[in-house]
């Protein structure tokens, strides 16, 4: 067991490496930020100025080496906009996002268990019917839409919540609602394939046949054997909302998340910032999967011993 | 001629299943006679053998007298299944809970399949004693224990413990006895519990059944395709042909004069020391469908026997002598004697 | 020798591996049949020819507008069914125009990513060993990637237009393929089929293209779709963002963008363009899921 966690830690070590060296080489080698920073009248002596000041006009690996030995002290350098450790500026963002991302995930589950279960329960029924088709929406509705179109009809025409911003937890309904409605469809779809394969099974059977009450064969039998599905599609899901739904979800709703600083920092073309927001992003998601991954030998108690 | 076993067909039975109709609708909507018009009974601590070929109707019968038949698309047509005198058929889902796992429980075929992966086999013995019986959670815990040493697993306070993937198939069914016989059922219905398993583990779950049965005090129903088995364990035997029973009897009058064509069929296809012969003889041709049964007896088409009657209409089963049933017009002709079919299940 | 390659010959037969795609005529009653899948279908269709036909059947110029004509709602103005937008340009044919872009974004990337991601994983599986360990761990390390914010960086240091777009989707869509491709080489490779392809002489190379490849066409056709869908949907994020498909031009994940500004009192702006990106994702989603069983690869190795 501590050895498959080690190899896990190890795999989550190397994506973030990657995910940061990749961003590193587009953004030193390729772009050049001096150009987006300057007006289009500066001189030379200016941009060499600023170039030198951001320390990019040294040579590419000496950046490497210093971006290197930066992360490993937790420093990405000074956010070039905001003047304070990127690193920081980023974190300063992350809480947000995770409470919000934390709100819909729940409502996702909340929903999705119950509608995933019934549905499988008894397929080809009238709820059956209706959650398919309700999830197969939820999947393909692009969410920023479905964000606009939620303000439109409750902000807007029924005055019932609040448009954009920050507030009080009516601000966070419809932003919570815009992210859950994807998760929802995809973790009720695979809460129903789970089920309808372990219903199938003799040991339901067997169970049925203690004199089980239905909701335990279910609950305690089926669904501890799907959890295994059910839990890392919830876990993939938490992971696209912080690295991407949170973006433009965040974006629509004028929240003070990382997703918008990810907006921000790109159209400010803010480098160090930019590699924060990275690391920090790409860190919340192989997290999230190893403690994915820890939950397995609960559902499958094969792996505690391997 | 006294046959020892008339005495015993006074003894008021333990379960019966009468005319028992269990029909499953099928996706196309026509409907697919599963177990069609079924008598049987079993008395306290018999041991009753019920054989027949997969889609014979065996193991729905089984599964009907738990009610376990998954509904839609499975519904009862007809007849009843009494058990202490009191009909399952009639009783709530609530009181059949109360039922199951405690006076009649069962043992599956596949003991791979049939534990849940995801639990101790202990925490499996533990949910069924605690289901029926108030005790905590340590007696349960002890309960266990003493039950997987009753079934022969060696350090069982250690294997209590264990999940199912830890144990080889033998030891597998040898929970699930443990698990089935955790409250002392009345009545414990074994649906094939050697068909997936070794030859030789075949034989000590076998045993294992039969001894602790003696000590439990269980009447068993045993659900197998295997003739052999039924000879060595079985007091009487069913015989099961498309949904339907087609003789009643006891072990050595089966296997010495069997009254149906295919008793004689089945009989004939199991190879014995004493003769020698280039080939087995099978009952030719198979089963039929169940959703296009045939007109008049049902084994017609593969009767060597059939004649015109046989092929219109459908023979009733009767007793031609007391012990056995037969339902063949070969039977109900040669010996008097005819009785109506709810009057089996009476007997 | 020559006794050995027929025998074989006569156990598989080799030449017949290829896979009989049910016949069109066949397909097309599977079709009627699924009224869902049907609906989906003709849906595809008419958004393909109205992206096709767009120079022919836009009523408008989609980027010229008119600037005495701005914000008009759906049938206020004549000649403009469906409003216009802030500039004064007709929302019909920034709609034509816009699925126009969107289909061809979404096909050009499938196009590459798949091309990359299939022959990836056909190598890696037919490869195994070192070769094999090497492409599935990138696969493995592109998967925990952040795709939208790597695009998002790629775009920004790239500069936005469609290409980098395309780019950037690409390079995050490759791996999908690579892992499909190879876990369906990794069960074909030990069937009987390549056995004998390889025990009478048949190069690895040519066993690969010839034998594996048709026989694992229809799952990849059927994650094609369900790509083209994915992409189609990130495409409008981006442009939706600022950093896809760029002003004058038309792409509906843009005119939702432009029309934020205005949406409270002009809400055709945002509507439909939206209700296209989901019903056109929906439709690919719906046919990619009536495809995985009409075309059952199953099926077809038991009887083919």
Redesign the interface.
């Known amino acids: 067991m501590a050895q498959y966690i080690l190899r896990k830690l190890l795999g989550a070590v190397v994506v973030i490496a990657g995910v940061s060296l990749l961003v590193f080489i587009l953004t030193r080698v390729i772009g050049n930020p001096v150009d987006v920073m300057l007006p289009l009248n500066a001189t030379a002596a200016d941009r060499v100025r600023l170039a030198h000041q951001l320390g990019i006009d040294k040579p590419i690996l000496t950046q490497l080496g210093e971006f290197i030995t930066g992360v490993f002290h937790g420093n990405f350098g000074e956010s070039w906009y905001e003047q304070q450790p990127a690193l920081s500026v980023a974190l300063e963002r992350l809480p947000f996002t995770l409470e919000l991302s934390g709100i819909a995930m729940a409502l996702a589950l909340i929903f999705a268990i119950p509608l995933g279960v019934l549905s499988a329960l008894r397929p080809r029924s009238l709820l059956d019917k209706v959650t398919s088709t309700l999830s197969m929406f939820g999947i393909c509705v692009p969410n920023f839409w479905l964000g606009l179109v939620l303000i439109l009809i409750f902000a807007n025409t029924l005055h019932w919540l609040p448009t954009s911003g920050v507030g009080d937890w009516r601000y966070l309904v419809l932003p919570a609602i815009t992210m859950a409605v994807l998760p929802l469809g995809r973790i009720t779809q695979i809460v129903r394939t789970a089920m309808l394969e372990q219903l199938r099974e003799p040991y339901v059977v067997t169970a049925r046949s203690k004199g089980l009450l239905e909701f335990w064969v279910v609950v305690r039998h089926a669904l501890k054997n799907a959890g295994i599905s059910i839990v890392t599609m919830s876990g993939w899901e938490l992971g696209r909302i912080i690295a991407g739904y949170a973006i433009a979800i965040e974006a629509v709703f004028g929240l003070p998340g990382i997703g918008s600083l990810v907006v921000d920092s790109i159209g400010q073309q803010d480098f160090p910032l930019i590699q924060a927001l990275t690391f920090v992003i790409a860190t919340c998601i192989t997290l999230i999967n190893l403690l994915i991954d820890m939950t397995y030998p609960f559902f499958n108690p094969r792996l505690k011993f391997k | 001629m006294k046959q020892p076993h008339d005495i015993l067909e006074h003894v008021t039975p333990l379960l019966s299943v009468k005319n028992l109709k269990t029909y499953f609708r099928s996706e196309e909507g026509g409907v697919i006679k599963a177990v069609d018009g079924a008598s049987l009974h079993i008395r306290p601590k018999e041991i009753l053998g019920i054989v027949g070929e997969s889609g014979s109707g065996k193991s729905i019968t089984a599964m009907s007298i738990l009610r376990l038949i998954p509904s839609p698309p499975g519904y009862f047509a007809g007849g009843d299944i009494v058990f202490e005198n009191e009909s399952l058929l009639a009783k709530t889902q609530k009181e059949m809970r109360l039922i199951r796992g405690k006076d009649i429980s069962m043992v599956f075929q596949e003991p791979m399949s049939s534990l849940n992966p995801a639990y101790t086999v202990g925490y499996q013995i533990m949910e069924n004693i605690m289901l029926h019986q108030k005790v905590s959670k340590n007696q349960a815990l002890e309960h266990a224990v003493d039950m997987l040493k009753l079934v022969g697993i060696p350090s069982p306070e250690k294997r209590v413990h264990d999940y199912p993937f830890q144990m080889s198939g033998g030891m597998r069914q040898r929970v699930m006895v443990a698990m089935a016989l955790s409250c002392q059922p009345k009545l414990l219905i074994a649906d094939e519990p050697t068909t997936a398993l070794d030859v030789t583990i075949q034989a000590q779950i076998l045993r294992l059944i039969l001894d602790t049965k003696d000590k439990v005090g269980s009447a068993i129903m045993l659900i197998t395709h295997d003739l052999g088995v039924v000879a060595e364990v079985c007091q009487r035997v069913v015989v099961m042909y498309a949904g339907k029973v087609v003789e009643v009897a006891y072990v050595n009058e089966l296997f010495n004069h069997p009254a149906h064509p295919y008793t004689e069929g089945l009989l004939s296809a199991i190879p014995r020391l004493d003769e020698t012969r280039d080939r087995l003889t099978i009952v030719p041709g198979s089963i039929p469908n169940p959703a296009r049964m045939p007109e008049g007896c049902r084994f017609h088409p593969r009767c060597q026997y059939a004649d015109e009657r046989c092929r219109t209409e459908q023979p009733p089963l009767v007793s031609p002598k007391p012990g056995q049933w037969v339902s063949c017009w070969r039977a109900s002709g040669v010996e008097g004697s005819e009785a109506d079919v709810a009057a089996t299940a009476e007997a | 020798m020559a006794n050995l390659t027929v025998a074989l010959d006569q156990s598989v037969d080799i030449r017949d591996s290829r896979p009989r795609f049910y016949g069109l005529r066949r397909l097309a009653r599977k079709m009627v049949k699924d009224r869902l899948a049907l609906f989906a279908f003709i849906f595809l269709i008419l958004i393909f020819l109205m992206s096709i036909l767009a120079p022919l059947i836009s009523p408008y110029d989609p980027t010229t507008g008119d600037i005495f004509n701005r914000l008009k709602a759906p049938g206020v103005s004549p000649g403009h069914i469906l409003g216009t937008d802030a500039l004064g340009r007709d929302m019909v044919s920034r709609l034509i125009w816009g699925g126009r872009v969107s289909l061809r974004v979404g096909f050009i990337t499938v196009v590459f990513s798949s091309a990359v991601g299939v022959f990836l994983g056909l190598l890696a599986g037919y490869a195994g060993g070192k070769t094999d360990t090497i492409i599935m761990g990138l696969v493995?390390?592109q998967f925990?990637?952040?795709?939208?914010?790597?695009a998002?960086?790629?775009v920004?240091?790239?500069g936005p237009s469609e290409l980098h777009l395309i780019e950037a989707f690409a390079f995050n869509g490759w791996m999908v393929f690579a892992r499909l491709a190879r876990s369906l080489v990794v069960t074909f490779r030990d069937g009987p089929m390549v056995e004998a392809a390889k025990a009478i002489g048949v190069r690895p190379i040519k066993v690969m293209l010839k034998h594996i490849l048709p026989n694992i066409l229809a799952p990849i056709t059927t994650l094609f779709v369900l790509e083209v869908?994915r992409i189609i949907?990130a495409e409008?994020?981006m442009s939706?963002?600022?950093?896809g498909i760029q002003p004058p031009t038309a792409s509906w994940?843009l005119m939702?963008g432009e029309g934020?500004t205005y949406?409270?009192m002009a809400?055709w702006l945002?509507?439909y363009p939206?209700i296209l990106?989901?019903a056109t994702?929906?439709a690919l989603?719906?046919f990619s899921n009536w495809l995985t069983t009409a075309v059952d690869p199953l099926q077809k190795g038991q009887s083919g």
């Open positions: 493995d390390i925990a990637f952040p795709g939208m914010l790597v998002l960086v790629f920004m240091v790239l869908a949907g409008a994020m939706f963002l600022g950093y994940g939702i934020r949406f409270p809400w945002i509507i939206g990106v989901a994702v929906l989603n719906v």
